[in-house]
């Protein structure tokens, strides 16, 4: 297990040594205090375990990564994650899991405005409450709320399915309630489970487009 203390080591050094060859499949960062770019763009099969508080743009560009971050992160975490798994073991501030392509983001506490904002197939599992404008243009993947969602929820929404187990202010353009099916039941089982939360899946409605204001061919979602 190697060791990175930040009240004497920058954070470049941090992410130079994350993107080197390293033989450590464990990383331990100690005193983050906030700092932002923690762990970004690393590319290897890697546990990062960051025990204290971190900045804006956490493990961003992840791929591969096992983040777990011991406390509350700022605007950005996880942007633009390809793969891997970020856990926020706190609440997190705006556009989580903005632009991220795959992997699994999971939230503990709450997550501010912008939650999944044109997220492109990321796993997202809130346990608490989002704000307003969360999953704006988003493209696909799914968003799990265990809470409460903001205004305008999926707003100009594309094929990303949202499943929210409290209220819901209200929803964006070409949002709308959908039928929660077996199929969808079983996928939020399996979401559920992985992010570790003991819910209900009966317990949530499920969101998605109406379809009415995009030019897009469900048949070929995957090349978009």
């Known amino acids: 297990m190697k060791t990175v203390d930040l009240s004497t080591a920058s954070v470049r050094e941090l992410n130079q040594a994350l993107h080197a060859e390293v033989q450590d499949r464990e990383w331990v960062v100690t005193h983050p205090d906030g700092k932002h770019n923690l762990a970004v763009g690393v590319n290897q099969a890697v546990s990062i375990d960051i025990q204290g508080h971190a900045g804006y743009y956490c493990a961003g560009m992840n791929q591969k990564a096992c983040v777990t971050v011991h406390g509350n992160v700022g605007v950005g975490v996880a942007e633009n994650m390809m793969s891997g798994s970020v856990r926020v073991k706190g ?29 492109k197939g990321v796993d997202i599992v809130v346990g608490g409450s989002i704000g307003h404008m969360s999953c704006f243009m988003a493209q696909a993947g799914r968003l799990v709320v265990c809470g409460d969602a903001g205004d305008a929820l999926g707003d100009s929404l594309y094929e990303t399915r949202i499943y929210v187990k409290g209220t819901v202010k209200s929803l964006g353009s070409d949002c709308i309630q959908k039928e929660m099916r077996a199929e969808h039941l079983e996928e939020l089982k399996e979401l559920l489970n992985r992010a570790g939360f003991d819910e209900d899946p009966a317990s949530f409605k499920r969101y998605g487009s109406a379809r009415q204001l995009y030019n897009f061919k469900v048949d070929n979602a995957s090349a978009y």
Do not use: F, K, P, Y
Not at 91 to 119: F, K, N, P, Y
């Open 91 to 119: 609440s997190a501030s705006q556009a989580a899991g903005a632009t991220a392509h795959g992997g699994l983001l999971v939230i503990e506490g709450d997550a501010g405005a912008r939650c999944g904002i044109s997220m």
